[in-house]
């Protein structure tokens, strides 16, 4: 009998509603009663306005402990209305307590949200004040108890897998503002693309601001004690409940002064078929340091250096890492800027329809397409990749053959391919090896040493290579 696998990587992120709704709502401008400010062994000071909190998204199995799929770390600074959101890639390769070097996603199997927390410390450098823990399972609940939200899909996303664990999974989501109510935000959430970890991270903030945009919408904000009490039992954490309860009203402040989403620094990397994220620690630290608003002193940046070196020594031969696509430079506004030219299409769209006296009528819904067309066209066009240099590769072994991802990584990269990632896929019976691109790639995957169905679905430069069991290498 075949064992289906958890497709946790399709899951990484559909816990962050709950994290909005309980995580910023009860900490964000939460007055923590610290008392002085602390210094840590790393030698940062986190002064007793500022907070860090762990939050954490745990995709349990009755069978299965689970694993934090996501792994975020809140910053707060109540003084200063102000907060920050680092991400961290769940196959961050850290130092486990027990356990030597593994994934950070493995510490809560192997110890539970203690371990994580010890773990989260360790690598950041600071300690962390509370952790809030999500059961994923809670997600479309969340979203429906919101009624849905806006979310402005960024590009074309399309994937069909009938082996998935939850009764078959499709995507099928176009460019553009939508509604979405809990089924369909999991589509966005569940979508993987040629960019790997830098893609998925891009989206949970993108996902991020949608639902704190609905949350703070004057409807929603009436419902919000309601609403937490109906999801608190996929909830574990820390902190007191009545104390979140009592932040509500205090979002707006928030939002109005931002809340900063950053990735966790360093560069993606594979050993066989089994990917990991590589840390730079001082970077890390110096991002840490700037969070609290403070330089990285002296006797900090040579622990940091030095912790660094320990980290490089112990890193696995073999290992081939890869360089960051965006190179150590997340670009977490971009999905705002998305936002803000569908803002200025709709603007425009609205002023045409009021001149002409015409809203909603068949013409101007016509010349509308009509422009938005061109526009993606001319867009399309200056964004063509010019070679195998600009599309970036995620390539996931689905088909049991053990180091087949790394071997095709290779052939890619040898072709001059942008790798970005290599990992072992959910299953292992896949029959035929496809490659899933934009039409304008399509010359560019011609010739590969190895049978393979190039399939339309992804971004201009992008590609996800699905290796099957008829790989002839």
Same mark, same amino acid.
């Given at each position: ?82 907060g920050s959101i680092m991400s961290i890639p769940r196959d961050t390769r850290v130092r486990i307590e027990g356990h030597g070097y593994d994934?950070? &996603? ?212 073999? /290992? ?67 070679? *195998? ?6 390539? /996931? ?9 790394a071997k095709v990584a290779d052939m890619l990269k040898a072709k001059g391919f942008n790798v970005t990632g290599v990992d072992t896929g ?14 304008? &790639? ?6 590969? *040493? ?24």
């Amino acid at each position: 009998m075949r064992r289906k696998r958890t497709r946790r990587s399709y899951k990484r992120v559909i816990i962050i509603a709950v994290f909005i709704l309980v995580a910023i709502i009860g900490v964000v401008m939460g007055q923590f009663g610290r008392m002085g400010n602390r210094v840590s062994d790393s030698g940062l000071e986190v002064a007793s306005n500022q907070s860090h909190i762990m939050l954490m998204g745990v995709d349990r199995r009755q069978d299965d402990a689970g694993r934090s799929d996501t792994l975020m770390v809140l910053t707060v600074d109540t003084e200063k209305e102000k907060g920050s959101i680092m991400s961290i890639p769940r196959d961050t390769r850290v130092r486990i307590e027990g356990h030597g070097y593994d994934k950070i &996603n493995h510490a809560y199997p192997y110890g539970g949200h203690k371990l994580t927390r010890s773990t989260v410390e360790e690598l950041l450098g600071v300690p962390m004040d509370y952790y809030v823990l999500v059961d994923i399972h809670a997600f479309e609940r969340i979203i429906d108890a919101l009624d849905g939200i806006d979310i402005n899909v960024e590009k074309r996303m399309y994937y069909e897998d009938p082996w998935d664990d939850d009764g078959g999974l499709v995507i099928d989501l176009y460019p553009g503002m939508q509604h979405m109510d809990g089924e369909q935000a999991i589509q966005y959430v569940r979508y993987r693309d040629g960019e790997g970890d830098i893609g998925r991270i891009r989206r949970q903030q993108h996902f991020m601001r949608a639902v704190m945009e609905k949350v703070l919408t004057p409807s929603i904000i009436g419902k919000l004690p309601s609403i937490i009490r109906e999801i608190r039992d996929g909830i574990e954490t820390d902190m007191p409940f009545d104390e979140m309860l009592s932040m509500a009203n205090l979002l707006p402040t928030m939002k109005e002064n931002g809340i900063a989403g950053v990735m966790l620094p360093g560069k993606p990397a594979y050993l066989d078929d089994v990917s990991y994220w590589l840390p730079d620690i001082v970077e890390v630290r110096k991002l840490v340091a700037d969070q609290l608003d403070q330089k990285l002193s002296d006797k900090a940046l040579m622990k940091a250096e030095e912790e660094l070196s320990a980290y490089d020594e112990d890193i696995p031969e073999g /290992i081939t890492v890869l360089e960051d696509p965006d190179k150590g430079k997340f670009a977490a506004d971009k999905p705002e800027a998305d936002d803000k030219d569908q803002k200025d299409q709709k603007d425009k769209k609205d002023q045409k329809e009021n001149t002409d006296g015409k809203i909603g009528s068949e013409d101007n819904a016509s010349l509308n397409r009509d422009e938005t067309d061109d526009a993606e066209k001319d867009s399309k066009a200056s964004q063509k990749a010019e070679g *195998p240099g600009d599309i970036s590769v995620l390539i /996931i072994n689905d088909s049991g053959i053990n180091g087949a991802g790394a071997k095709v990584a290779d052939m890619l990269k040898a072709k001059g391919f942008n790798v970005t990632g290599v990992d072992t896929g959910s299953r292992s019976d896949r029959e035929h090896t496809i490659i899933i691109t934009d039409d304008s &790639n399509t010359a560019w995957f011609y010739g590969m *040493p190895f049978d393979c169905t190039i399939m339309d679905g992804e971004e201009d430069r992008e590609a996800v290579v699905y290796i099957g069991k008829d790989l002839n290498l």
